[in-house]
């Protein structure tokens, strides 16, 4: 038998990968006027359709779910069609695409919030650190508590990005529960006091984000359907849990009931402090997890591969590589070389540090 390495092919669903590398989500700030996709943005993702799937910047599904100033919503009909340029030039390009669907919660500023509203959040617990609004940097508000009787509206913004997404042309959607947005704000303990029914125990805190992947399945049956979870992340956006094993073992082992399509996580990186505890890598929810499981966080060519070839994970995704990379699968094959990204660059702007990035020579 072969050994599966990150050129090996891939079924999800009945979309065909033709290697098993993931372009990871990242937000660029580069949007346009009413925060919607532009050919700028075509042109990036076109570029870098040797992924196996690419998976979109964050998006946000309302405008109440906005935290920053340039990133793309997936909320209007100017956004639907901005988007569909970009779903289009990929497929052009012979790429697969999932749209990531994003909710901000209380890393949110009431300048960038309709009517100058307080963000929301699951409890009135002001974030660490200062939002990035149109006017520089300002201190973070305290966000307002969700009534219980609003979070099926969060579900329906959802449903409703959901089902725009597959308007606007795209092969799948990830729902983005990862690095301190609003559903991983419910999910840990630190940022989430209710004592409703989405507060309290794991399972209570997951119960928005379960409520989520069902709504969003329902528009795209579960197989096209992925979730993105950090249960390591601390450093960004002032999130922590008491017990991440335990609360994530009781949210991975939820969502995996509903079907979904892929699990991308988030794990330590090698150069990360070590936390006390299990080490929550994709080895960790392997046993936990049925369908396709990404992994993702600073892999090179031969991690990936020996991620691959234990079993521990079924796809990698690489970010920063990506950005610098246009051709980043084609260079893997050859063991490099890699141009550098240059984080300057990274959060707005226009074409420069964005789809100016070279190619290997053919
Ligand atoms: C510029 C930038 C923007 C990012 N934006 C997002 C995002 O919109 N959604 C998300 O889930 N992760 C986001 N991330 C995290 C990446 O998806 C990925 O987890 C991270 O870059 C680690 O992978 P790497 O070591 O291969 O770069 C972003 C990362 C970077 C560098």
Redesign the pocket.
Known sequence: MNRIDLFSPFRLDLLDLPNRIVM?????NRAGSGNAPTVLNATYYAQRTGAGLIVT??SQVSPQGVGYPGTPGIHSAEQIAGWKLVSQAVHAARGRIFL?L?HVGRISHPSLQPNGDLPVAPSPITPAGQAWTLDGMKPYAAPRALETEEIPGIVEQFRQGAANAKKAGFDGVEV?A??GYLLDQFLRDSTNRRTDRYGGSAANRARLLVEVMEAVAGEWGGARVGV?LSPTNVAFNDISDSDPSHTFSVVVRALDRLGLGYLHL?EP?PADPVAPGPRLDAAFFRPLWRTALIA????DLPRANKALADGSADLI?????F?ANPDLPERLRRGGPFNTADRKT??GGGASGYTNYPRLES
């Open positions: 990871a989500p990242m937000t660029r910047e964050a990531q994003w983005h990862a690095h993105h988030v990186g993702n966080k600073s892999y995704s690489f970010g920063t590589l950005i990274f959060y």
